[in-house]
């Protein structure tokens, strides 16, 4: 069982009660973290700052949302290997992080808002004794970012005990919740439903009376064929861990082998941080059960609802370049999509100015998002690569600032200019994605400033036009830079002189994998879940000009 360290009451407000252990981290001991095991602490949960009054979005880009981990392994410290997996997927949720383990007889949970190194220390992780157990690290996308909603969730049905962690958003949340009665504005999260749909199975079908410990499996069965949009589950009972991946796909999860078990994972680099070996990619609709016979591959969704569309951005941003995403290596890829990228929208041969002589080029990333698409840019356009920015690396993901005009000052708290690398030089600025564009507008004027003569803003994605419902954070369309506007009225935001976003095709070319079944709805606003009560899109998003187009429009604009 867990409660929320904000509830002082004493009294357990789940609404299952289960023989579970919560060891709760006491958030107002920065040094010690964990000090007890027992009742919970009382006290205020921490916050997230990521407060739309004052903060600013500081990436410009997409928030992540979620990773989950989950391994089998008699004979192993279940919680070290959860740790390091969580570790490797901490780009994927920086909020809050988690992890519930089993010895085969109850179910423990740790979890707690902050990093994975927050929130977990040898004294926390020396009860979670056991062979299995599965984690999380969260970035919240649908419910609040407090403790509450930190995952696993953990529910009891009588004799029987599960824990989840789910990575994406569901898109008939409103439908399920009203479908088990739930009070409007009582719903935590789209996982809490999840959760309550399967201990309603559990109960309907009687806790425990098979006696064959597959409770959790019999009720998946009829819980995940009425859930809708993204899901890439981790689930476990007291001797089962599961992986469930929707029938699109969206999210990735993988499987891994270990000598004494198996591992699940968003990413295979947490395969490898573990030490297991990558065995595959869940399917698209695919659920595998891991106990101690092995691993059980059932398939729980009609076979008309199977469509592959995995998120296309994983590529693109969201997952490490490590990762291998449908057979391919992320960073083969995003360096593929900087090669097209030059063979699309090369350099212009003729200076901005025709006033001003021919400088010397450079391609330069966005530190670190734009690296691999630079190397590639630079590679097959034969230009040299070089350093134009510094990246503050340990600057969070937003931070408050307190007015307008401090804003800019935040970019450079994250970015600084190289000036020797940049005066009189025709910059190629290679980038991944523009979603706000307030980074990026800042940082053209900060390069300018620096003493750039040209600065040609290259981007290894399309731009990017209406928002996710499947488990990214992308803001509302009103947010979105390139929502409504062209090309050209992009760039003449963005200041720089001239601005190419590599087209769709290139882009599915890029990832080895064109065939495999993408979503790109965030681009073409083409979205492979129904999304209630939105209409669908108007006319077709506005063609990327060719570059000459751009350059008759508006051939030089100073930064704004
Ligand atoms: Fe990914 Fe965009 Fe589809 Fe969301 S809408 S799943 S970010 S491709």
Redesign the pocket.
Known sequence: MERDPAESDGELTSLGAGRGRMVPVDPFDPVLGPVTEGPVVGGPAPVAVDDPAGAVVVDGR?GEACGVFGVYAPGESVDHLTYRGLYAVQHRGQEAAGMAVSDGDSITVVKDMGLVTNVFNERNLAPLTGHLAIGHTRYSTTGASVWRNAQPIYRGVGDAEFALGHNGNLTNTAELAEGLGVFPGTVQSDSDIVAELIQEAIVAAGAGARSDGRDLERALMTVLPRLKG?FSFVLMDEAHVVGVRDPNG?RPLCLGRLDSGWVLASETPALDIVGAHFVRELEPGEMVVIDTTGTRSIHPFPAGRINP?L????FVY?ARPDSILYGQTVHSARQRMGELLADQSPLPTEPVDPASPLGEAMVMPVPESGIPAAEGYARRSGIPFGHGLVKNRYIGRTFIVPSQDQRSQGVRMKLNPIRDNIVGKRLVVVDDSIVRGTTTRAMVAMLREAGAAEIHLRISSPP?R???????D?GTRAELLAADLTVPQVREYLGCDTLAYLDLDRLLTATGAASSG??????TGA??VAIPGMKPPGPPAPEILPLAEQLAVDPVHPCG
């Open positions: 997409p993204a969206f569309k998120c296309l951005f994983e969201f990017y209406w928002p996710c419902f499947y488990g990214m992308t993408f979503c790109a709805a965030c681009i979205y492979p």
